[in-house]
Each structure stands twice: as C-alpha cells, then as structure tokens.
C-alpha cells in the first residue's frame, strides 16, 4: 500500500481554503453530461466491511451499532489520538486495522463503507475523501460549519454516485414520525409560528479552564486542529463533542451541536425549504471559562407561510412552560402553534 504523501500545515490549510470555491463552482447541475463514478458495492454474499474515521464516545457508539449487524464487519479504524483507535481495534481485534491519518485509511482495499465522526471542523474534507475514495459514508452531525462545505459535501456525493447517511438519529424514531404524521394530517390547522429550543445549565463556571499547553500523549495535535485556526492543546476541548460546542472554531457552538436534531423535525413536518430571511443575536454573556462560544443564541427564520424561532441558553435549564424536575439538565423541545392549537414535541 503507498504512503499517504506527506503534507504540511500551510499548505493543508490553503487546500482547505479552495474548498468552499470548488464546491460553489462545480455544482453537480454543470455536470450534468458526466456519469457519477462507479462505486464498487459488496456482493450479495459478501458482509460490508465499515472503517471509522473519529474513534470518540459518539463515533464507537455508531460503530457498536452497524456491528452489531450480521453482515457487518469492522476493518479499520483512525483517530488521531493513538489510545481512543487501538480501544476500537481490541474491540475488533481479529479484523480491524489502525490508522493515525486518514488518507491512509482510505487505500485499504477491504473497504466498503466509512463513518465520519471526527470534530465538526474536519467534517467537509474527510466526507469529500471518503466519496473520492468511492466508499459509502454515515457522515455525524453536524454535517459541516458553513453552507458552501456542505454544498461541496453534497457535490461530492453525487458525483460519486456514493450513498451519504447524515447522522440525526432522533430523525430515525417512531415518535418524530408520528408527529410529522399529525402535523400533516391537518388537525392543528394552519401553523403560523414554531418554536424551537434546547437548553442546560453550566452557570457559572461552563466547562472549567486548564493551564496544560502540552498534549496528551499519543495525540497528533497539528493533525488534530487540521484545516482550523491554529491554537495551542486544550486538554477541555479535545476531552468530547459535549466540550467542542464551547469552541467556535471546531463546532460553531450549541446551534450546530443540537438544533441539526431539533429543527429538522419542523423542516420535515412542514417541508419548509430554504427560509426567505434568517436573523440571529446572541454571545458569550454570562460563563466565564475558557471557551469562546456563545452562551446565548436566538434565530428567527421567515418561510413563505411560517416563522420559526430557535432559543439557546447555557444558563438556565428551564423551558418555556417552566416543565420538568426543578434540577440542572439539559431540555429541548418544539412548539407547533396552530390555529387549532399547540403541540409540543420533545
């Protein structure tokens, strides 16, 4: 197997750069006359050999679960930090493989179908890898951190001709599917107004603060930050996704973290598309720790026919109506108010 070519920082970084150009300029539309490439599948008796890019809690979740299937069978595993991608291959010690760099990874042969669940921020460039190597993926939320990538995500897919499954589990349950089915039905009357939240309390000290500037051992940190703004190791922001949201530059914070989940269930509801107006006003109001995220967040989005608002605090764990036990945990929710009445999803 060739040796991924060596690649430096800099010029990762002005690869990165061209990618919200490349995906804006080559829209799959213009492409109309090409055929998406051939995707090798496995044959019918043959079991779908799944490798993991992000060996984290969220990431061997993911993998437990397709596991678990009896066609499935785990062959490679990469993660920048040596202790979390060794854990997956004791899992799977009789066929899995290890990896510290992805492009490697992704020139193993035995190789049908890969899930991304590394940071937000290296979202785009390991899904748009994983189609150019012509593998499926299951890509975790959130699916990027800014519109072009995700059109360049998009692009990718298609001209692969590779299968993409966007990682929103809840999209997945029976209970989101009943409430679509009644949202539909008609029965709430014409809905004006959605109200969407997620809330928790980590007032007043966030997430904490660290003076460690050194990184763990095993972990390739340069790798780890990648194509986002250089800073030094934070042993906080790599501990899990829950501490990325305080970060901007690696998650976008708590809307990219939880409304991917919240929101969707309104979009499929109602089928609303892309909104005519979106505004949003917020900040970093009340936590002090190390983070630089917003603790604060409200948008409001205007579709032909309905307004829909999103509401995120990090300071109060209560929800509109005040429900739920009178302790410290996170809560979300949704509000259909129709002109028959108001339903209330969670």
Same mark, same amino acid.
């Given at each position: ?37 051939? @995707?090798?599948? *496995? #044959? ?7 490798? !993991? !890019?992000?060996?984290? $809690?969220? $990431? ?5 679960? =397709? ?5 499935? @069978? ?26 510290? %760099? ?6 193993? *042969? ?31 939320? *959130? ?18 001709? =590779?299968?993409? &499954? ?25 809905? #004006? ?5 997620? @809330? ?44 990325? =949201? ?17 929101? %969707? ?7 609303? #598309?892309?909104?005519? &107006? ?12 190390? $983070? %630089?995220?917003? %603790? ?51």
């Amino acid at each position: 197997m060739k040796k991924p070519t060596s690649i430096t920082r800099r010029t990762l970084i002005q690869k990165a750069g061209t990618l919200t150009a490349i995906g804006l300029a080559t829209s799959y539309s213009s492409r109309a006359d090409e055929a998406p490439a051939a @995707v090798k599948r *496995p #044959g019918p008796n043959s079991r779908i050999h799944l490798g !993991i !890019i992000g060996c984290g $809690g969220m $990431g061997r979740a993911n993998l437990g679960a =397709c596991a678990r299937q009896p066609d499935v @069978v785990v062959t490679a595993a990469c993660d920048v930090w040596a202790s979390r991608r060794e854990a997956v291959a004791r899992q799977f010690k009789d066929t899995c493989k290890t990896y510290g %760099d992805f492009r490697a990874m992704l020139q193993q *042969p035995d190789l049908d179908a890969v899930i991304v669940a590394s940071p937000p921020h290296w979202h785009a460039l390991h899904a748009i890898a994983v189609c150019e190597a012509g593998k499926d993926l299951y890509l975790q939320k *959130p699916m990027t951190l800014h519109l072009a990538e995700s059109l360049a995500v998009r692009n990718a897919v298609k001209k692969s001709g =590779c299968i993409c &499954q966007i990682g929103t589990q809840i999209h997945a349950t029976e209970n989101y599917r009943r409430i679509v089915e009644f949202i539909r039905s008609g029965n709430l009357g014409p809905i #004006g107004v959605v109200r969407t939240f997620n @809330v928790m309390n980590q007032y007043p000290k966030g997430v904490g603060g660290s003076t460690a500037t050194e990184p763990a051992p095993g972990l390739d940190w340069e790798m780890w930050v990648g194509p986002a703004p250089w800073r030094p190791f934070h042993p906080i922001l790599v501990t899990d996704a829950y501490y990325h =949201c305080s970060w901007m530059d690696y998650s976008g914070g708590w809307t990219p973290g939880m409304a991917p989940h919240i929101i %969707d269930l309104p979009v499929w509801a109602l089928g609303l #598309g892309y909104p005519l &107006q979106t505004s949003s006003v917020g900040g970093r109001l009340i936590l002090k720790d190390d $983070g %630089d995220a917003y %603790d604060h967040h409200e948008v409001l989005w205007q579709y032909p026919n309905v307004t829909m608002t999103w509401m995120s605090s990090l300071t109060n764990s209560y929800g509109f109506d005040l429900h739920g036990e009178p302790e410290p945990k996170r809560r979300l929710g949704i509000y259909f108010h129709g002109a028959n009445g108001t339903m209330y999803a969670n």
